[in-house]
């Protein structure tokens, strides 16, 4: 007031000489403001405690069927009691509340019961048409209702799995993150709908593809990498929309059969459809997508073992050509390494690779084997060094006595239980001129019928 007064009397320089901004003044104070009612508005909601909650059901038991005598801290506890979303009289009570419409903690609690249970049976319409006429009213504010409110005549209602898995496969986006979008936790019912919705849409869209173009691979890559890994989708429902895919993927496509078949071996729900563990997971899939992962598989062993485990590629005899046209009969398959061939790839590939071990007398002989399941189930094993007859076995001697087609350790020996075990042997024979024609009689004579070649 000094200043003031000496103001009046005598000309002075700085903030008191020139009219004052307001606005400008309390700038400062309206920020701090502004962020406290932000922090407010957006705090997470508080569970009521047990106590309180059965304080407020005999509060209820007494004055039921007037919500207004409960008073707001008992409101706000039953708000959030998922049982009151089978009260009738507690749901129209709420709803004809005035202050419904202005307080976030009770309509943020009771959408998500709404959620969680996801269109509870009998008193879906009453919840959705509750919930929309109070955010209409816009006057509870916060983070999550604002998202809602424009939205809300298709979120609170039968569509909103539709509306919201719509968003993701339309902007190429995770349901984590349109979940995000509207607050909602990942464990609810809605979110799960969602989740189920979405892997529909997407599967639905990507086989209306014909040819595998680049917007196909990338709905493909998109729908593998960012939906169908939620551990929210029904078993039944993923298996049958991962099957459609297999069936969809052209077989010349190397590289989108090679995605497709290694995002299936990483996958928590499906893995190596051909070890004893994963049968299970296979078994809800329908048969063809499952003979043809295992397809690609024995392909992929195939050509692993002609391409980068004999010496540089080579293919003596022409073995490759040969087998490629009966891969896709083959049942089972498996690749064992020497350790002269473990040693050699470390160096030379980066990714983890399926193999077993392969032990010989010189160290390093490795071996391709595969199974076929013709009029008598028989093992072909084939090796990498010249020099060695290819064998077929029994393929129930192979079992017991060499150790199966998932054997961690294999044994290039005669011996019982070696790869040229002479008590399990069928056949076997060198690679002499004329081979394929006699192999291929033998092969005929235990049942199996060559494919064309691919």
């Given at each position: 007031?000094?200043?003031?007064?000496?103001?009046?009397?005598?000309?002075?320089?700085?903030?008191?000489?020139?009219?004052?901004?307001?606005?400008?003044?309390?700038?400062?104070?309206?920020?701090?403001?502004?962020?406290?009612?932000?922090?407010?508005?957006?705090?997470?909601?508080?569970?009521?405690?047990?106590?309180?909650?059965?304080?407020?059901?005999?509060?209820?038991?007494?004055?039921?069927?007037?919500?207004?005598?409960?008073?707001?801290?008992?409101?706000?506890?039953?708000?959030?009691?998922?049982?009151?979303?089978?009260?009738?009289?507690?749901?129209?009570?709420?709803?004809?509340?005035?202050?419904?419409?202005?307080?976030?903690?009770?309509?943020?609690?009771?959408?998500?019961?709404?959620?969680?249970?996801?269109?509870?049976?009998?008193?879906?319409?009453?919840?959705?048409?509750?919930?929309?006429?109070?955010?209409?009213?816009?006057?509870?504010?916060?983070?999550?209702?604002?998202?809602?409110?424009?939205?809300?005549?298709?979120?609170?209602?039968?569509?909103?799995?539709?509306?919201?898995?719509?968003?993701?496969?339309?902007?190429?986006?995770?349901?984590?993150?349109?979940?995000?979008?509207?607050?909602?936790?990942?464990?609810?019912?809605?979110?799960?709908?969602?989740?189920?919705?979405?892997?529909?849409?997407?599967?639905?869209?990507?086989?209306?593809?014909?040819?595998?173009?680049?917007?196909?691979?990338?709905?493909?890559?998109?729908?593998?990498?960012?939906?169908?890994?939620?551990?929210?989708?029904?078993?039944?429902?993923?298996?049958?929309?991962?099957?459609?895919?297999?069936?969809?993927?052209?077989?010349?496509?190397?590289?989108?059969?090679?995605?497709?078949?290694?995002?299936?071996?990483?996958?928590?729900?499906?893995?190596?459809?051909?070890?004893?563990?994963?049968?299970?997971?296979?078994?809800?899939?329908?048969?063809?997508?499952?003979?043809?992962?295992?397809?690609?598989?024995?392909?992929?062993?195939?050509?692993?073992?002609?391409?980068?485990?004999?010496?540089?590629?080579?293919?003596?005899?022409?073995?490759?050509?040969?087998?490629?046209?009966?891969?896709?009969?083959?049942?089972?398959?498996?690749?064992?390494?020497?350790?002269?061939?473990?040693?050699?790839?470390?160096?030379?590939?980066?990714?983890?690779?399926?193999?077993?071990?392969?032990?010989?007398?010189?160290?390093?002989?490795?071996?391709?084997?595969?199974?076929?399941?013709?009029?008598?189930?028989?093992?072909?094993?084939?090796?990498?060094?010249?020099?060695?007859?290819?064998?077929?076995?029994?393929?129930?001697?192979?079992?017991?006595?060499?150790?199966?087609?998932?054997?961690?350790?294999?044994?290039?020996?005669?011996?019982?239980?070696?790869?040229k075990s002479q008590t399990a042997m069928i056949t076997k024979y060198s690679h002499l001129e004329g081979w394929e024609i006699r192999v291929h009689d033998e092969l005929r004579h235990l049942g199996l019928r060559r494919r064309p070649l691919r």
């Amino acid at each position: 007031m000094k200043r003031l007064r000496l103001a009046a009397a005598m000309p002075m320089t700085g903030s008191l000489d020139h009219p004052l901004d307001p606005y400008q003044e309390i700038d400062g104070l309206r920020a701090g403001v502004e962020k406290i009612a932000s922090l407010r508005a957006n705090r997470p909601l508080r569970r009521a405690t047990q106590s309180t909650i059965i304080a407020a059901m005999a509060r209820w038991a007494e004055c039921r069927p007037d919500v207004a005598a409960l008073g707001a801290r008992y409101i706000r506890a039953l708000c959030a009691h998922a049982p009151m979303l089978e009260d009738e009289k507690f749901l129209l009570g709420i709803s004809n509340h005035p202050e419904f419409p202005r307080r976030r903690r009770w309509l943020e609690s009771l959408m998500g019961l709404y959620e969680g249970a996801w269109r509870p049976a009998r008193h879906a319409e009453q919840i959705e048409r509750m919930l929309n006429d109070a955010l209409q009213r816009d006057e509870a504010q916060s983070a999550r209702l604002d998202a809602i409110r424009p939205v809300a005549s298709r979120y609170l209602s039968p569509n909103a799995a539709a509306f919201l898995s719509g968003e993701a496969v339309d902007q190429r986006i995770p349901i984590a993150d349109v979940l995000a979008r509207y607050g909602v936790p990942a464990d609810t019912g809605l979110a799960r709908a969602v989740a189920n919705t979405a892997i529909r849409v997407w599967v639905a869209q990507l086989c209306k593809y014909i040819a595998l173009s680049s917007k196909a691979r990338a709905l493909l890559e998109y729908g593998l990498s960012d939906l169908a890994n939620s551990l929210a989708i029904d078993p039944g429902l993923l298996a049958e929309a991962i099957g459609r895919v297999i069936a969809w993927v052209p077989d010349e496509d190397e590289k989108t059969v090679a995605f497709v078949r290694d995002w299936l071996l990483d996958h928590p729900r499906f893995g190596d459809p051909r070890l004893p563990a994963n049968q299970p997971k296979w078994a809800v899939m329908a048969a063809g997508p499952r003979e043809r992962m295992i397809r690609w598989l024995a392909k992929g062993d195939l050509l692993f073992f002609f391409d980068f485990v004999m010496p540089r590629g080579r293919n003596p005899h022409g073995r490759k050509e040969f087998w490629l046209q009966y891969i896709d009969l083959v049942e089972d398959s498996a690749v064992a390494l020497s350790p002269v061939d473990i040693a050699r790839l470390r160096l030379s590939v980066t990714e983890t690779l399926r193999y077993a071990r392969a032990d010989s007398t010189s160290g390093e002989v490795s071996a391709f084997i595969m199974r076929f399941g013709g009029k008598s189930k028989f093992v072909v094993a084939e090796f990498s060094q010249t020099g060695n007859a290819a064998y077929i076995h029994d393929a129930e001697r192979f079992e017991t006595l060499v150790g199966g087609m998932r054997a961690r350790r294999y044994y290039v020996a005669t011996t019982p239980n070696g790869l040229k075990s002479q008590t399990a042997m069928i056949t076997k024979y060198s690679h002499l001129e004329g081979w394929e024609i006699r192999v291929h009689d033998e092969l005929r004579h235990l049942g199996l019928r060559r494919r064309p070649l691919r």
